[in-house]
Structure formats: C-alpha cells, structure tokens
C-alpha cells in the first residue's frame, strides 16, 4: 500500500512543504517528492498520486494473473509481464529505465532525464503519446508528440534526441524480452519525413570562444566572488583548469590530488563519457600533460590545504555550471557556456601548433569530428585574416 508523508522545510527564507509518496511493491515501485508553497497543496498531491499508484499496483497484480500471461525475470528480480505491440510506450520505457540501475554501463542521463519527462510521474502529466499502444504510433502521433515539445521551446535536434532515446528504449526492452514483432522501425520509417518537415533536425556546432578581455574579466569576477563569500571551492582556479588542460567538468571535478604527478607534471584524468564498447572506465584513464599556468594553479590550492587528500574540488558538475552562468550573467558576458571552454581550450592547442590527433589524446576526443570543427573553423578565421591583410597591401 501507498503512503505519503510531508514535511515542512525552508527555502530562501520561506516555508515549504514537501510531499514525498513512496509505493514499495514490488511491481510498482515509486518514489516522488514535490514541493508547494501551502500543506493543502501538498496535501492534495500525496493523496492524488497514492491512489494513482494503489491502482496501478492492483491493474498490473491482475494483469500477472491473468491465464496466458507469462511472465519473467527482466532486468531485475521482478517478475513482470513481459510488454509486447499492445502494451503501451510507458510499458516499455518503464522497464527500459528500470534496467539502467543494473547495466555497468547505462544510457546518459540526460537520455533517461528526457524518457522519464515523456512517461511523467504518472499518465496525467506525461505526453500522450507515452499512453498509446506501440501498435497504434504512427507518423501522425509522432508529428504531435514533435509538436507538443516543439510548443515547449525543445529544438528540433533535442526532439531528435528524444525520439533517439524512445527507440532505444523499444529495441532494447525488445531484444531483451524477445518479443516478436517490436522493433524501433516502427519510428524510424517516420524519421525522414519528419526531418523533411522541420520537427527534426541536427543541433547547430557552436563556434563561441573567448573574446578579447572576456578571460580577464571573468578570471577577477569569479575572484573576488571567492574572497567576498569564503567559499572552500576555488572557481577561478577550475575557469582557469578548464581551459588549461582541456577536461570536460565532471573530469576536473573528479580530479584527486593522488593524480597529480608534480615529477613529470602530469594529471591522470579518468573518463566521465564512454561508449558501452569502450569497456571499463579505469581502462580508458589517460595522462595529459600540465602546462606551466596549470602547474602554478594547482600547487597554489596544495599550499593553501597542505593535508587535503581526495578530490582536488568538492563541488558538483551542475553547481560549477549555475555558479559559471550567474557570474557571466551579472558581469554581463553573453553566449557563453562553461563547456564553451573545452572548444576555447581545443583551440588554444591547435594554436599552439598540435596536430589534430595529439588534441585527441590530450582531451580524450573519441570521435574526431568535434576537434576537425574547431580546425575548420580556425582555417576559415586564418584565411579571413590574410585576405584582409592584402586588401590592407
């Protein structure tokens, strides 16, 4: 049986009332809290969603009892019904998700973040198309559902990804429950012509670097940000790492002080991005060198924390990009974006005179194509410069 409880917390100086519903069933799982600003509110919501989530555990117990009905163990030590044409999109992104917590090497999570948007937390609040039988999808439901985010501010290439991790999610549930006649070609034949018509599309390359005084800007911004709030966490020291060694944020982030080789000055950078094929993240470590300014960095916060051990910044990866963007926000700098600095950091390599394949060793790159852009880019800027030059002539 479902039960709620709500409990009253404070943010930013003001009462809040959180209603966490739990349902531990082991056909239906579930787990949400939410937040309102008065008890009946919450109050509401908890007894909405442990009725909705008492009748779902009592439709799939009689679903499971049904003659005819196999069921199995699926991903997991739950034994569910197995889904098949029938069965609802939601069935099968459900058991998708529930099979991510026990591969080693799950789906991004903004792939799962954009399949659990689709279902919702129940079937009021997700999209309709997450209601539908599998059976009935069509291009007609697809060009909806394209219209609905579209309607939301999504861009043709984050529908793109939404409709990617959908028929992942069909085709794996598919293969692993070997169910007949479920394939994710049920949406791809749809994919051409919904490109043709706009509601898909690739995503834009960004081409932002720093311009001129904006790294003295933000450099002085983020430091005196640093002395006015005594912050243990040194954001002008990871701006400047960012661009310095050419790490992704969760890379830097998961730096210890144990991967600093002060002798050969090099850092030993463990992967926060793999391919499932690329196997184990300890096997796929690599070493980059530490540039001077990188060097002087990093010894400074060892001097400052002479016993720290660990790693070398306690913050998370969303709390770097939200401090990152209110700075740029109040200092005024416009467009740009804390990944922005691995590209300015690509380019400053390249700059340097590095071949295209040492920058992919150096950033960990296993797909060429992002360094070849900003190549390109710099060629065409190169190129730029000198016709200028001999108009000047």
Request: aromatic share 6%.
């Amino acid at each position: 049986m479902a039960f709620y409880t709500i409990t009253e917390k404070t943010a930013r100086g003001e009462a809040v009332f959180a209603a966490r519903v739990r349902e531990k069933s082991k056909y239906y799982p579930q787990d949400t809290t939410k937040r309102f600003p008065s008890y009946e509110q919450a109050l509401d919501f908890a007894e909405r969603m442990k009725k909705q989530y008492e009748a779902n555990v009592s439709e799939i117990k009689q679903k499971a009892r049904l003659p005819g009905v196999s069921t199995r163990v699926l991903f997991c030590n739950q034994s569910l019904p197995i889904p098949d044409v029938n069965s609802t999109l939601r069935a099968f992104i459900e058991l998708f998700l529930r099979q991510q917590s026990q591969v080693p090497t799950p789906t991004g999570r903004s792939s799962q973040a954009a399949l659990r948007a689709i279902i919702g937390k129940s079937a009021y609040d997700g999209y309709a198309i997450a209601s539908m039988r599998l059976i009935d999808i069509q291009y007609r439901e697809l060009s909806k559902f394209c219209q609905e985010r579209t309607a939301l501010g999504a861009k043709p290439s984050t529908i793109a990804s939404d409709l990617s991790a959908i028929m992942r999610a069909v085709r794996e549930v598919g293969h692993a429950c070997n169910i007949k006649n479920v394939s994710d070609s049920v949406f791809g034949i749809h994919l051409k012509q919904l490109r043709r018509n706009g509601f898909i599309g690739n995503s834009t390359t960004r081409t932002r670097r720093l311009n001129n005084g904006e790294y003295e800007k933000i450099s002085t911004a983020l430091r005196h940000a640093q002395q006015r709030s005594g912050s243990n966490v040194d954001y002008e020291a990871i701006f400047i790492l960012l661009i310095e060694t050419a790490q992704r944020v969760g890379e830097l982030l998961t730096l210890t002080w144990q991967d600093i080789n002060w002798d050969t000055s090099e850092a030993l950078v463990t992967p926060n991005k793999l391919r499932r094929s690329s196997g184990d993240s300890q096997d796929n470590k690599r070493t980059i060198p530490l540039s001077e300014l990188a060097r002087t960095t990093l010894k400074r916060l060892k001097e400052a924390t002479p016993n720290a051990v660990g790693t070398i910044f306690p913050v998370k990866a969303s709390t770097v990009s939200s401090r990152f963007t209110q700075m740029l926000n109040h200092i005024g700098i416009e467009g740009l974006r804390t990944h922005d600095l691995r590209r300015e950091a690509v380019s400053r390599l390249l700059e340097d005179g590095l071949s295209k394949e040492t920058v992919m060793v150096i950033t960990g790159h296993k797909d060429s194509r992002m360094v070849e852009d900003v190549y390109n880019q710099m060629r065409a800027s190169e190129a730029i410069r000198k016709q200028e030059l001999k108009r000047m002539d």
